[in-house]
C-alpha cells in the first residue's frame, strides 16, 4: 500500500460554526492520493463534522479546502462537482427505501454522469458483486440486514467511480456480526488503493489499514500519527486519556 | 448460600432446535374471533346487545321510509294519494321526484340533446386517470392522459375542434422550447417555457384560430357555462380543482421549505391568507369582486372563476400537507442525495417527492374529498349545483314540500364519489406498503 505525494484534499486554516459554538478551530490537513487516514476522537469532538465539510454537507465559514484541485465555495457547479468525485457512507446508510437495491445504485449515474442505463446497470451490477450481495439487487432496502445495507451504500458510491471515499461512522449503528462483514469490505477498498478518511471507533480496522490517524477533541486536532506510534507511544495527555478509555476493557 | 448455589447445577446446552408447531384448537378460526371480538366477558356481552337493539331500533324507523314503492309517481300529490291507496299510516318517500328530475340533478339545463357529450366526456375522463391511477396500465396510456383535458374541453363546451388543439399546441411549444435551451442555461429555458406558450396564446392563437375556423369550419355546437348544472357542474369544478391543485400545492411546499427568502415568504403569504379566508368569501369575491379589477367588457366565465378560486383555496391545504410530509423525511434522505451529487430538482423529483408523497397520500385525499363537497358553496354565487337545484325543483307545482327526498340523494351520490376516493387512497397506500416496506 503505497501513498503517493499528489494532494488529493488539501484544508488550510479551516474554522466553523454552529451560530455561536466554535465546533471546529483552525483545521491544517493535507491528504495524499492513496491514503487511509483513520479520525478518532470523544463523541462532539467534530469529527463527523470536520469530513461532513469536505463534500459540502456542512458550509466552513473560514479557511480553505480543496478537493483534487476545485475549491469549495458556494459556487453550486463546484459543490455537484466535487460530490460527484467524492463518495459518502453514513452511519444509517442512507439508502433510498423507495427503490431496489439496483436503482438506489443506478440513479446518481444515470441523471448525474448521464450514463446510459444499461451501462449503469451493468457498473452497479459490477460494484454489488464486489461488495458480496448481487443476488439482492432486486430487493428493496428494508428487506436487508443491517450489514447488508452498509454494504449496498458503498457499492451505490463506488458506482460514481469517486476518487475519494469518506465513511462516517460506518459500522456504529450495526451488530457485532455485521460489523466484520462491512469491514471486510473497506479493507478490500483500502487495498486497491482507495484515498479513504474514516470516522471510526474500530481501533483494530485502524491498527490494520489505517497509513495515519488523527485524534480530535474539542474542534482541534490534537494528535496524528502512524497507527503503529499512535497507539503505542501516543504523546499528549488527552490522547492517552481517551485510548486507555477506549482500549481499557 | 453460596453452598447452596454451588449444589443446583445451572448449565444448560441445547442440542436440538425447536420445531414451529400450529396454535391449539380452540385459539383459531372463526369461532375464536367471536368469542374474543363480541363476548369476551360480561360487559363486553352486554355492550354488544345493547349495540344490536340500538341497530335494529335505528334501522327499523328508517328502513320504511327507504322501501317506498314510488318510483313511479308523477308528483307529491299523486305519490300521498297512492300511499292512501295502500293503506300505509308510516311518513314514506317519494322516490317518484328522482326519476322524473334525474336528468336535471345530474346535467343541470345542458340541452337535451347533447347528453351525449358529458357522457363521454366522463368516459375519456376515467380512461385518462387510469394510467395515472394504476401504474400496471401500459406507459404509453399517459399520452392519452395527456390529451384527455383537451378532448374533455371540446366535448362539454363545444365551439370549433381548433382553439383546444392550439392551446395544446402551445404546451407543446413551451416543451419544445425548454428542452432545446436547457442545454444553454436552464434558467432560461424555464422562464422560456413560461413565455413561449403564453405569447403563442395570446398573440397567434386568435387569428389562426379564426383563419382555421373559416377555412375547416369542424366542431361541435357551443354550450356556455351558465347551462352547466348539477353534478356535472360539481364534477367540472372539483376534477379540475382536484388536478390543478396538486401540481401548486406541491409548488408552494417546496417554495415554503426552499431556503430563498423572498420565495419562501411569497409562498407563506399566499398559504396564510388564503387558508385564514373562508372559502365562500372567496368565492363571492370570484363572483363579484373580480368584475371591478377587469378591463370592462371581458367576459370571463364565471364557471372558470369559480374553478380558480377552488383550486387556489385547496393548493394552499395541500401544500400544508406535503410540508408535514417533506418534514417528515429523515435528514439523511437529503444528505444521501446530496453526497451522490444529485441537484436540487433532481433530489426532490428522484428522492424526496416520492417519499414525502407517499406519506401525505391520507391528508392529500382528505383535502380532495373536502374540497369535493365543497363544490356546493358555489349556489351561494348562483350557479345551479345538485343543492341549488333542489329549489328550482320545489319551486314546480309537482314537487313543491319535497325535501328529504332530494338531499338524500344528493348526499348518496357525493358518498360514492368520496368513499370511491378515500378506498383508491388506501389501495395505494397498502400498495407502496408492500413494494417500499
Same mark, same amino acid.
Given at each position: 500500500m503505497k501513498v503517493s505525494d499528489e494532494v488529493a484534499i488539501e484544508i488550510s486554516g479551516m474554522n466553523k460554526w454552529f451560530g455561536s459554538f466554535h465546533v471546529?478551530?483552525?483545521?491544517?490537513?493535507?491528504?495524499?492520493?492513496?491514503?487511509?487516514i483513520v479520525i478518532c476522537g470523544p463523541s462532539g469532538s467534530g469529527k463527523s463534522t470536520l469530513i461532513r465539510c469536505i463534500n459540502r454537507l456542512e458550509e466552513h465559514q473560514q479557511g480553505t479546502i480543496m478537493v483534487e484541485g476545485t475549491e469549495l465555495s458556494s459556487d453550486l457547479k463546484n459543490i455537484d462537482k466535487i460530490r460527484s468525485e467524492v463518495g459518502m457512507c453514513f452511519q444509517h446508510f442512507n439508502l433510498f427505501p423507495h427503490l431496489t437495491i439496483l436503482e438506489n445504485c443506478t440513479l446518481a449515474p444515470i441523471w448525474v454522469r448521464k450514463t446510459p442505463k444499461k451501462e449503469a446497470e451493468e457498473t452497479a451490477m459490477h460494484f454489488l458483486e464486489k461488495v458480496k450481495i448481487p443476488e439482492q439487487a432486486n430487493k428493496y432496502p428494508g428487506q436487508l440486514s443491517g450489514g447488508q445495507q452498509q454494504r449496498v451504500a458503498i457499492a451505490r458510491s463506488l458506482c460514481m467511480k469517486p476518487r475519494i471515499m469518506l465513511f462516517d461512522e460506518p459500522t456504529s449503528a450495526l451488530d457485532p456480526e455485521m460489523i466484520a462483514e462491512v469491514l471486510d469490505t473497506m479493507i478490500e477498498l483500502a487495498e486497491e488503493g482507495m484515498t479513504m478518511l474514516c470516522v471510526t471507533h474500530e481501533m483494530g480496522f485502524a491498527r490494520k489499514v489505517a497509513n495515519r490517524v488523527i485524534f480530535m477533541d474539542a474542534g482541534q486536532i490534537v494528535e496524528q500519527n502512524e497507527p503503529e506510534e499512535?497507539?503505542?507511544?501516543?504523546?499528549?495527555?488527552?490522547t492517552k486519556l481517551f485510548?486507555?478509555?477506549i482500549l481499557g476493557h | 448460600m453460596s453452598e447452596v448455589h454451588s449444589m443446583k447445577d445451572l448449565t444448560f446446552v441445547r442440542r436440538e432446535m425447536l420445531p414451529e408447531k400450529e396454535p391449539p384448537v380452540g385459539e383459531?378460526?372463526?369461532i375464536k374471533w367471536v368469542r374474543e371480538n363480541l363476548f369476551s366477558g360480561v360487559f363486553n356481552t352486554v355492550m354488544t346487545l345493547i349495540s344490536l337493539f340500538v341497530i335494529w331500533y335505528v334501522l327499523q324507523g328508517l328502513l320504511p321510509w327507504f322501501i317506498s314503492p314510488s318510483w313511479g309517481q308523477e308528483s307529491l300529490a299523486a305519490c300521498r294519494e297512492h300511499f292512501e291507496e295502500l293503506g300505509q299510516t308510516l311518513e314514506q318517500a317519494c322516490w317518484g321526484v328522482i326519476r322524473d328530475r334525474m336528468n336535471q340533478l345530474l346535467y343541470g339545463f345542458y340541452p337535451q340533446d347533447s347528453y351525449w357529450r358529458p357522457n363521454v366526456a366522463l368516459l375519456v375522463l376515467l380512461a385518462g386517470l387510469a394510467p395515472v391511477l394504476f401504474p400496471s396500465i401500459p406507459r404509453k396510456a399517459v399520452f392519452f392522459s395527456l390529451a384527455s383535458p383537451f378532448i374533455i374541453y371540446l366535448l362539454l363546451w363545444g365551439g370549433p375542434i381548433w382553439t383546444p388543439i392550439l392551446v395544446a399546441a402551445g404546451f407543446a411549444l413551451g416543451f419544445v422550447a425548454a428542452k432545446a435551451l436547457n442545454g444553454v442555461n436552464p434558467i432560461v429555458a424555464a422562464i422560456a417555457a413560461v413565455l413561449v406558450p403564453v405569447l403563442f396564446w395570446f398573440l397567434i392563437l386568435p387569428p389562426l384560430a379564426n383563419v382555421l375556423t373559416s377555412a375547416a369550419p369542424i366542431g361541435l355546437a357551443f354550450i356556455a357555462s351558465n347551462e352547466f348544472g348539477g353534478f356535472l357542474l360539481s364534477v367540472v369544478i372539483g376534477v379540475s380543482a382536484i388536478i390543478l391543485s396538486l401540481p401548486l400545492g406541491i409548488v408552494l411546499a417546496l417554495a415554503r421549505t426552499s431556503d430563498l427568502f423572498i420565495v419562501h415568504k411569497l409562498s407563506v403569504g399566499f398559504i396564510e391568507i388564503i387558508r385564514g379566508v373562508p372559502l365562500i368569501v372567496w368565492l363571492f369575491t370570484a363572483s363579484l369582486l373580480l368584475n371591478y379589477f377587469l378591463p370592462p367588457g371581458t367576459n370571463f366565465d364565471l364557471t372558470l372563476r369559480v374553478i380558480i378560486m377552488v383550486t387556489l383555496f385547496s393548493a394552499a391545504y395541500i401544500a400544508e400537507v406535503v410540508r408535514g410530509g417533506l418534514a417528515a423525511l429523515p435528514k439523511g434522505q437529503y444528505e444521501g442525495a446530496d453526497s /451522490?451529487?444529485?441537484g436540487y430538482w433532481?433530489?426532490?423529483?428522484l428522492i424526496i417527492l416520492p417519499q414525502a408523497l407517499k406519506i401525505s397520500i391520507p391528508g392529500i385525499v382528505n383535502t380532495f374529498i373536502g374540497l369535493f363537497k365543497d363544490t356546493t358553496l358555489v349556489v351561494f354565487i348562483g350557479l345551479l349545483d345538485p343543492i341549488g337545484l333542489t329549489n328550482s325543483i320545489r319551486a314546480s307545482t309537482d314537487w313543491n314540500g319535497i325535501y328529504w327526498e332530494l338531499y338524500v340523494f344528493i348526499g348518496v351520490m357525493f358518498f360514492i364519489f368520496c368513499y370511491s376516493m378515500g378506498r383508491y387512497s388506501l389501495h395505494l397506500e397498502k400498495? /407502496?406498503?408492500r413494494e417500499h416496506r
Open positions: 471546529l478551530r483552525d483545521i491544517n490537513l493535507t491528504v495524499y492520493r492513496g491514503e487511509r499512535f497507539f503505542n507511544n501516543p504523546q499528549s495527555d488527552r485510548l486507555s478509555q | 383459531r378460526g372463526a /451522490l451529487g444529485l433532481q433530489s426532490m423529483r400498495k /407502496l406498503q
